[in-house]
C-alpha cells in the first residue's frame, strides 16, 4: 500500500506569489489535516479536511486555504507568500478524523525569496 | 488555546544508556497521545502511541506512560543506540467542538545517542 504522496518536494517562489501544494493519503484513509514545520515553531497544525469539508482550522491567517476532492486529495494554498512562510509543510492522513493513528507524507519544502 | 510542552529541548546519552522525554498537556479531555520520531531530512513517523485509558504501553525497547491527573506523558528509551538519534515529538489529540479531535504537538526534542 502506498504512503502519503506530497508534490512537489521543492519549491522556491518569490514574495508575493502563490502557491499549490498537493497532498494524496494512504489508500483509503479519507481524513487528511496539513502542519506548517519550522525550526523555531515545531510542528503547527493548519487544517484538517474530511469528506472534503474542512472540519478544523488552526491559527493562521486567510492567506492559508485549501480543499480536499472526491477521492480524498487534498491541496493548500498560499497567497500573497511572505518570507516567513518558508517552511517545510507537511500533511497527515489518517481513516477518519476519530481514528486518530495519523502517517505523515514527505513534506514540501518551501522556499520565499 | 491548548497547550503541549515537551521537555527536555535536547538530550545527549551514551550507547546503552536510556533516554526519557517528558510532555504535559492543558486539556484533562485529551485521550490519544502519540509520539513521533524525525530523522534528519524524513517525515516523522509515528513510533507508539497510548490512549487515556490505558496508564503504560510497551514496544521492545520503547515504552509510553500515562498519567492523567498530572496530565502528563512520557517516552522511554532503553538500551539506546545510534539510530535512535532524532528528534520526537509528542502530540495530545485535544477536542476542537463536538468530536472534531486534532493531534497539537510538542515543539521536539533533539535526541543524540553517543557511541
Known amino acids: 500500500k502506498a504512503g502519503v504522496t506530497q508534490t512537489p518536494r521543492y519549491l522556491i517562489k518569490t514574495r508575493g506569489q502563490q502557491v499549490t501544494l498537493s497532498c494524496s493519503p494512504i489508500?483509503?484513509?479519507?481524513?487528511v489535516s496539513w502542519y506548517q514545520q519550522t525550526p523555531g515553531q515545531g510542528l503547527q497544525f493548519l487544517f484538517e479536511?474530511?469528506?472534503?469539508?474542512?472540519?478544523n482550522k488552526g491559527n493562521f491567517p486567510g492567506r492559508f486555504s485549501g480543499r480536499q476532492f472526491s477521492n480524498s486529495r487534498s491541496e493548500m494554498n498560499v497567497s500573497t507568500l511572505e518570507l516567513g512562510d518558508s517552511a517545510l509543510y507537511l500533511c497527515a492522513s489518517s481513516l477518519t478524523p476519530e481514528v486518530t493513528e495519523a502517517f505523515f507524507g514527505q513534506g514540501t519544502r518551501l522556499t520565499v525569496v | 488555546g491548548e497547550n503541549v510542552e515537551q521537555h527536555p529541548s535536547t538530550l545527549s546519552v551514551q550507547e546503552g544508556d536510556s533516554a526519557v522525554i517528558k510532555c504535559t498537556y492543558s486539556d484533562s479531555a485529551s485521550n490519544y497521545f502519540p509520539w513521533y520520531k524525525q530523522e534528519l531530512g524524513k517525515r516523522p513517523q509515528l513510533i507508539i502511541d497510548i490512549r487515556s485509558n490505558v496508564g503504560e504501553k510497551k514496544d521492545q525497547r520503547i515504552a509510553v506512560t500515562l498519567n492523567k491527573t498530572a496530565k502528563h506523558f512520557s517516552l522511554h528509551i532503553t538500551e539506546t543506540q545510534p539510530e535512535d538519534s532524532a528528534v520526537y515529538f509528542c502530540?495530545?489529540?485535544?477536542?476542537?467542538?463536538?468530536?472534531?479531535?486534532?493531534?497539537?504537538f510538542g515543539k521536539g526534542t533533539l535526541l543524540t545517542v553517543n557511541p
Open positions: 502530540a495530545a489529540s485535544l477536542p476542537s467542538g463536538g468530536s472534531n479531535y486534532k493531534l497539537t
Open positions: 479536511y474530511f469528506s472534503e469539508t474542512q472540519r
Open positions: 489508500s483509503g484513509h479519507r481524513s
